[in-house]
T-cell receptor, first 108, second 112 residues
């Protein structure tokens, strides 16, 4: 069973702080990793993707990938109330395997 | 609008009826995916196409489910003899050969 597991939530972070979301995966053959944001009742929205070991930054978001540890993370700096959502980690090649999501709440 | 488009957005059907959903991918994307998502879970892979070829089907896709992508453009997902367990959000996504997948708005199916 190829699995993607995310740290259990819900996660509450004060506005302006750093939110840290973590994910591990079991399939060493996975080459691509993604973070999607999903607001309640809406479809997933792509936030970040990362293919290589190391860090990838895009604005307030940083994705980190460690293939040796089979670990992916997402850091959100200067958290805003609009960041409150469920964050889905996904990995794979053509098809993606998703985690169950971590619900993040930013507290004003 | 250049995003992935799904229709209908909502569908309520009686158990035993057939339903069909449509997905129009981003025009330059050759890959198209169908996922199903239930409350509190992440999306589960159902099937995917590269151009018009259906390359993989999940074991979740029972004989009652069929998907097509004629001419490699839009795709349809049909569910025959719907059951209450089919109630879920059906998500379509598209990508090019190397890029990330972008999701449509989803079709929420309720079987009563």
């Amino acid at each position: 069973q190829k699995e993607v597991e995310q740290n259990s939530g819900p996660l509450s972070v004060p506005e302006g702080a750093i939110a840290s979301l973590n994910c591990t995966y079991s399939d060493r053959g996975s080459q691509s990793f993604f973070w999607y944001r999903q607001y309640s009742g809406k479809s997933p929205e792509l936030i970040m993707f990362i293919y290589s070991n190391g860090d990838k930054e895009d604005g307030r978001f940083t994705a980190q990938l460690n293939k040796a540890s089979q670990y992916v993370s997402l850091l959100i700096r200067d958290s805003q109330p609009s960041d409150s959502a469920t964050y889905l980690c996904a990995g794979g090649n053509e098809k993606l395997t998703f985690g169950t999501g971590t619900r993040l709440t930013i507290i004003p | 609008d250049t995003g992935v488009s799904q229709n209908p957005r909502h569908k309520i059907t009686k158990r035993g009826q057939n339903v069909t959903f449509r997905c129009d991918p981003i025009s330059e994307h050759n890959r198209l995916y169908w996922y199903r998502q239930t409350l509190g879970q992440g999306p589960e892979f159902l099937t995917y196409f590269q151009n018009e070829a259906q390359l993989e089907k999940s074991r979740l896709l029972s004989d009652r489910f069929s998907a097509e992508r004629p001419k490699g453009s839009f795709s349809t997902l049909e569910i025959q003899r719907t059951e209450q367990g089919d109630s879920a959000m059906y998500l379509c996504a598209s990508s090019d050969s190397r890029g990330p997948a972008f999701f449509g708005q989803g079709t929420r199916l309720t079987v009563v």
